[in-house]
């Protein structure tokens, strides 16, 4: 049976993974916005290497697993926020002022919050991880 929401497959297999220790897993079918949020996510330090792998038949991706992801999630509906509004929605996912991240898909990519209110930008919520 294929996957109804792709995005919040990869955040519940890496939650998984990640609460019974282990330091790699395999995550399918794949998709661009999945690319892009494993980016975020490795830029900001809660996974390692990932690989994608072409398999013909949806693709997957090969994940290096670090031990610092506590919760993640995937958020639906999409809900649309303003770059004055972020405080407001990490009160609502986030147990802490400092601790994790919002995952934020703007018209300049996918983003955490942080960076979008450096960068002034508003856009949609797709996710959360701490």
């Known amino acids: 049976m294929p ?4 995005l919040a497959n990869l955040f519940v297999t890496l939650y998984n993974n990640e609460a019974r220790r282990k330091s ?6 794949t998709s661009k916005l999945g ?7 490795q830029k900001d330090g809660y996974i ?13 991706f090969k994940i290096e697993l670090l031990a610092k992801i506590t919760k993640c999630g995937a958020i639906s509906p ?4 303003k770059n004055t509004e972020y405080n407001d929605w990490e009160q609502q996912y986030l147990p ?11 018209n300049q990519g996918v983003m955490s919050h942080h960076d979008a209110v450096n960068k002034g930008l508003g856009g949609f919520l797709i996710g959360y991880v701490y």
Do not use: S
């Not at 790699?24 to 079918?29: G, K, N, S, T, Y």
């Not at 390692?48 to 997957?60: A, L, Q, V």
């Open 48 to 60: 390692g290497e990932f690989e994608h792998i072409d398999d013909k038949r949806g693709g997957k």
């Open 24 to 29: 790699d897993c395999i995550i399918l079918p």
């Open 3 to 6: 996957a109804q929401n792709i």
């Open 96 to 106: 802490a002022y400092n601790r994790g991240m919002l995952l934020v898909t703007t």
């Open 35 to 41: 690319i892009e949020v494993l980016k975020t996510l």
């Open 78 to 81: 999409r809900f649309k926020v």
